[in-house]
């Protein structure tokens, strides 16, 4: 069993709508959640932390539920920029396991 | 603040030749990641240094890949001999501690033909 598991999507959206992304984990002793950002041919960068409280910035809210072990990302009215792939982070002890991530196309 | 370094960007060799990425972490990063990326997938931990030991390297094909970090700074990591299957993308990443967010360089873009 993979560590994280995401949905590959592809997720295809237009310009303004809502759109969420969950990823669970496999390890009730996960410590820690991160979203990254990876554009083509891009290195993948930190999205956000992900908190036991849940935590926003702007039109993304992220969310964790220990109970069903798992984290998600909520896009607000999406923008073309916002075409990428997330990648979800789990931190396990000593051990940092990426998710494969889910690709996100905006449309016009 | 400078972020973290790789190089090269982009190799190309023949399968069964040698190659060796070098990486220089965030000042101050104690831990220092090696991840593959093969098109398509999610980054793939490969070892994971805390200062200048080794804390994970379970996913590390060793009869092949080596990669040390003597100084507890810089790192190489070395694939010999390369396969065809090794084309990928090679991450370097650094965080303060193994809990918090790593922060990734450009990475390498290793093509074995």
């Known amino acids: 069993r993979k560590e994280v598991e995401q949905d590959p999507g592809p997720f295809n959206v237009p310009e303004g709508a809502t759109v969420a992304f969950n990823c669970t984990y496999s390890n009730s002793a996960s410590q820690s959640f991160f979203w990254y950002r990876q554009d083509c041919r891009k290195e993948p960068k930190l999205l956000m932390s992900?908190?036991?409280s849940g935590n926003e910035d702007g039109r993304f809210t992220a969310q964790l539920n220990r109970a069903s072990q798992y984290i998600s990302l909520l896009i607000r009215d999406s923008k073309l920029s916002d075409s990428a792939t997330y990648l979800c982070?789990?931190?396990?002890?000593?051990?940092?396991?990426f998710g494969t991530g889910t690709s996100l196309t905006v449309i016009p | 603040e400078a972020g973290v370094a790789q190089s090269p960007r982009y190799k190309i060799i023949e399968k069964r030749q040698s190659v060796a990425f070098w990486c220089n972490p965030i000042?101050?990063?104690?831990?220092l990641y090696w991840y593959q990326q093969i098109l398509g997938q999610g980054p793939k931990l490969l070892i994971q240094f805390q200062n200048n030991g080794v804390v994970d390297d379970s996913q590390l094909p060793k009869d092949r890949f080596s990669a040390e970090r003597l100084k507890g700074v810089d790192s190489t990591l070395k694939i010999q001999p390369a396969k065809l299957e090794d084309s990928a993308v090679y991450l370097c990443?650094?965080?303060?501690?193994?809990?918090?967010?790593?922060?990734f360089g450009q990475g390498t873009r290793l093509t074995v033909v």
């Open positions: 000042s101050g990063h104690a831990t």
């Open positions: 990443a650094s965080s303060l501690d193994p809990h918090t967010e790593a922060f």
């Open positions: 982070a789990v931190n396990t002890g000593n051990q940092f396991y």
């Open positions: 992900v908190y036991s």
